[in-house]
C-alpha cells in the first residue's frame, strides 16, 4: 500500500551571504548592453544528454554548417563538467547520472548517482526553487519526461534514489542497498522516502509544473493540489479504484494548455513521457498523442503564466524562476537513434527560442541553456569512413511509458556488424563493401535535392560510443544581465551559486 509518511516538505531556511567565488570572464563578445539592468527572472533550460556535438549535429542537420541553432545566437558561452560523487564521500565519479547533475545545479552539492536533492551524506539540502517560493519569487518545472524523473525532480523533491516516483512506495525504489545486498534502514527524514509525485502534489514549491507522468499521480493527489489552489488540467483519476488506468485517468491536451490560467497550475499530458516529435508526427490525425503540446508551446504558456504573475507582484519587486527541460534528447541517445536525437535537439531549440524571445522583449530576464550531462558518445564522423551498425532492429524504446516512442533504422541494414571492418583501430578491409554500409547519415541543407536521409550521398555521418552517460563538459549559453557570469569553464555546482545570486543579489550560505 502506499505509504504518507509525511504531508509537507519543510523548506529550507533561506542562505545568507558568503564570500563571492571567483568572478567568471567573458570569452565571447558581449551583444546585449548588462549596464544598468536588474535580474527579476530567470529561465533555466537544459538538454538532458545533450553534448556538444549533439548541437554541432542537428545544426549541420537543419541549418547547414554555416547555420546556428537559436541557443548558439546567445551572446556568452562556457563548458560546465559535470562529475558526481561517490556515495558517502567526496570522491569524485567520473559520469553522472540526471539525478546527480540536477542536485548539484538546484542546490550546489555534489551528491550520488540516483540522488535528488540530497547530499552524498543522504542529508537534505535546500533547492533554488523552494529557495526562489520562500522569498516571493513566482516558480515553474516543465519536462518532456514524466514530472517526477529525475531532472525536474530535483528542484522541488527530495530522495534517496530516483525512482521512488509513485505511485506506490515500494523498499527497491526508494531505499539503497547496502554493501550486503540488504536495504538501508529508513531515515529519519521521511520525506526522503515519500514519492516524489505525492512530494510534488502537496509541498507547493512550483506554481507552474507541466510534463508527463501522469500514472504517477492518484486522485488524493489531484485533491491535494486543488485545495491549494492549483488549475489542475485533465483528472488524476476516480478515488473509487483501487489503481488507475489509462482509462480511468485523463491527461490534458493542448487544448487545455491554451486555455490554462490559473497563478498555479498543473498539466500532465502523457501518462508516461511526452511523445518523441519526430514520432508524433507520423501518427495518424485522430491519435491521442497529437493532443500533446510540444516543449515551445509549454514554455511559452509557463512563461506567460509566471510574468502575469510577476506583474501582478511587482511592487514586491519579485519575478519568476522557471526550469525547462528537454527530456528526450537523452532518452533517444540511450537508443543510438540519431534521427530522433537529432529532433529533439531541434525541439529543444524551439523551446529555447520562446524564452529568448521573452528575454529580449522583457530586458531583465536571464536565460541560461545548458545540459546535465553528454549520452552515448555522440560523434560526427568523416564522410565515407567506418563504424559499427547504428541498430540492426529498429532502436530500443527505452520509454515504456509511451509506446508511441519507437522508431525505425534510419538506413537498411543486411544483419549485424561486419567482424571484417572491426580487425583494428583504422578502418577494417570492409568498408568499402556497400552491404556493410553502417553510419547513420542525415542530408543537410546544403545537399543537393535528391539525397536521402540514410544513403551514402548524405553529408551528415553520426555515430555512438556507447549506450549510456560519458564523463564529457556540456556547453552552457546565456543571454542577460548577469549573462556574462555563465561564460567560463565552470562546475555545476556553480550554477547554483550564479542564479542565486542573480536572483537574490547575494552569494548562498554554504550547505
Given at each position: 500500500m502506499r505509504r504518507r509518511p509525511v504531508k509537507t516538505l519543510t523548506v529550507l531556511a533561506l542562505a545568507g551571504a558568503m564570500a563571492a567565488g571567483s568572478a567568471a570572464t567573458a570569452n565571447s563578445a558581449p551583444q546585449n548592453d548588462e549596464r544598468g539592468k536588474d535580474i527579476r527572472n530567470v529561465i533555466y533550460?537544459?538538454?538532458?544528454?545533450?553534448g556538444r556535438t549533439h548541437v554541432t549535429a542537428a545544426r549541420d542537420r537543419y541549418y547547414g554548417p554555416g547555420g546556428k541553432l537559436t541557443m548558439e545566437t546567445l551572446p556568452y558561452t562556457g563548458?560546465?563538467?559535470?562529475?558526481?560523487?561517490?556515495?558517502?564521500t567526496a570522491k569524485p565519479s567520473l559520469v553522472t547520472d540526471s539525478a546527480s547533475s540536477a542536485t548539484a545545479w538546484s542546490t550546489g552539492v555534489k551528491t550520488y548517482n540516483a540522488a535528488i536533492g540530497v547530499d552524498s551524506y543522504e542529508k537534505k539540502v535546500a533547492t533554488l526553487m523552494e529557495q526562489a517560493k520562500a522569498a516571493g519569487f513566482a516558480t515553474g518545472n516543465v519536462s518532456t519526461a514524466e514530472i517526477t524523473d529525475a531532472t525536474p525532480a530535483a528542484q522541488f523533491s527530495h530522495a534517496l534514489l530516483r525512482g521512488c516516483q509513485g505511485p506506490v512506495y515500494s523498499d527497491a525504489a526508494c531505499l539503497p542497498k547496502k554493501e550486503d545486498g540488504t536495504y538501508e534502514a529508513a531515515p529519519a527524514d521521511k520525506t526522503l522516502i515519500t514519492p516524489i509525485a505525492e512530494q510534488i502534489a502537496r509541498n507547493g514549491t512550483a506554481d507552474v509544473v507541466f510534463g508527463g507522468?501522469?500514472?504517477?499521480f492518484e486522485p488524493d493527489d489531484q485533491k491535494a493540489l486543488q485545495a491549494q489552489g492549483y488549475q489542475v488540467l485533465g483528472n488524476f483519476g476516480d478515488a473509487a479504484l483501487p489503481a488507475q488506468t489509462a482509462a480511468s485517468q485523463k491527461v490534458a491536451t493542448k487544448a487545455d494548455l491554451d486555455k490554462a490560467n490559473g497563478k498555479k497550475v498543473i498539466g500532465l499530458f502523457n501518462r508516461g513521457n511526452l511523445t518523441v516529435e519526430q514520432a508524433k508526427a507520423g501518427l495518424p490525425a485522430d491519435a491521442p498523442q497529437k493532443q500533446e503540446p510540444t516543449l515551445a508551446d509549454m514554455a511559452r504558456k509557463s512563461i506567460a503564466l509566471l510574468s502575469d504573475r510577476k506583474q501582478q507582484e511587482r511592487g514586491k519587486g519579485k519575478g519568476f524562476f522557471l526550469q525547462i527541460e528537454g527530456a528526450q534528447i537523452d532518452k533517444r541517445s540511450h537508443a543510438n537513434d540519431a534521427a530522433q536525437t537529432l529532433g529533439e535537439v531541434k525541439a529543444f531549440d524551439d523551446a529555447v527560442k520562446a524564452a529568448y524571445d521573452f528575454a529580449k522583449k522583457d530586458g531583465h530576464t536571464l536565460v541560461i541553456v545548458t545540459a546535465d550531462h553528454e549520452c552515448a558518445g555522440f560523434n560526427i564522423i568523416e564522410h565515407g569512413t567506418y563504424t559499427n551498425s547504428e541498430a540492426v532492429a529498429p532502436p530500443a524504446n527505452t520509454d515504456a511509458g509511451n509506446p508511441a516512442n519507437n522508431s525505425t533504422p534510419s538506413r537498411a541494414t543486411s544483419g549485424a556488424k561486419d567482424t571484417t571492418r572491426?580487425?583494428?583501430?583504422?578502418?577494417?578491409?570492409?568498408?568499402?563493401d556497400a552491404k556493410n554500409f553502417a553510419p547513420a547519415t542525415f542530408r543537410t541543407p546544403d545537399d543537393a535535392p535528391d539525397v536521402k536521409d540514410g544513403s551514402p550521398e548524405a553529408s551528415l555521418w553520426l555515430t555512438?560510443?556507447?549506450?549510456?552517460h560519458t564523463g564529457a563538459d556540456v556547453p552552457i549559453f546565456a543571454y542577460g544581465p548577469n549573462g556574462s557570469?555563465?561564460?567560463?569553464?565552470?562546475n555545476n555546482t556553480e550554477l547554483y551559486t550564479k542564479m542565486y545570486r542573480s536572483l537574490f543579489g547575494r552569494s548562498p550560505q554554504h550547505h
Open positions: 533550460l537544459l538538454g538532458d544528454g545533450m563548458a560546465v563538467a559535470t562529475y558526481a560523487v561517490e556515495k558517502g507522468g501522469l500514472a504517477r572491426s580487425t583494428g583501430i583504422v578502418n577494417g578491409a570492409g568498408s568499402g555512438y560510443l556507447s549506450g549510456n557570469a555563465f561564460a567560463a569553464s565552470q
